[in-house]
């Protein structure tokens, strides 16, 4: 099956843009707070064998203007889901752009 992502890709974007525009730790967990959230409904979705959604939230946010920001989040999502859809080779380039 498929499980959208808990937010929409407008929100995502925000969030993300948000979260790099700000100094502060606490205002940038609590912008992130909805991202995390959703991280954890990602790896539920990875143990029961829905890979798409971390696929998604991965090259969402592979393709935000933010993302050098954010390439421990990437490297730990696309990765793992290419690697779970079975294509290797994508996971190893993955890997080696998040270097």
Same mark, same amino acid.
């Given at each position: %099956? &498929?499980? =959208?992502?808990?937010?929409?890709?407008?929100?995502? @974007?925000?969030?993300?843009?948000?979260?790099? #525009?700000?100094? /502060? #730790? /606490?205002?940038?967990? $609590?912008?992130? *707070? =909805?991202? /995390?959230?959703?991280?954890?409904?990602?790896?539920?979705?990875? /143990? #029961?064998? @829905? &890979?798409? !959604? %971390?696929?998604? !939230? %991965?090259?969402?946010?592979?393709?935000? $203007?933010?993302? *050098?920001? +954010?390439?421990?989040?990437?490297?730990?999502?696309? =990765?793992?889901? &290419? @690697?779970?859809?079975?294509?290797?080779? +994508?996971? *190893?380039?993955?890997?080696?752009?998040?270097?």
């Amino acid at each position: %099956g &498929y499980r =959208p992502l808990t937010m929409t890709y407008s929100e995502l @974007d925000s969030m993300l843009t948000r979260s790099c #525009e700000t100094e /502060d #730790e /606490d205002k940038k967990d $609590k912008i992130l *707070r =909805p991202f /995390d959230e959703c991280m954890n409904y990602i790896q539920f979705a990875n /143990d #029961e064998c @829905d &890979y798409g !959604m %971390g696929f998604e !939230m %991965g090259m969402c946010v592979f393709s935000h $203007k933010t993302s *050098r920001n +954010f390439l421990g989040t990437i490297s730990s999502l696309l =990765p793992l889901s &290419y @690697d779970l859809l079975g294509r290797n080779l +994508f996971s *190893r380039i993955m890997k080696r752009i998040c270097e």
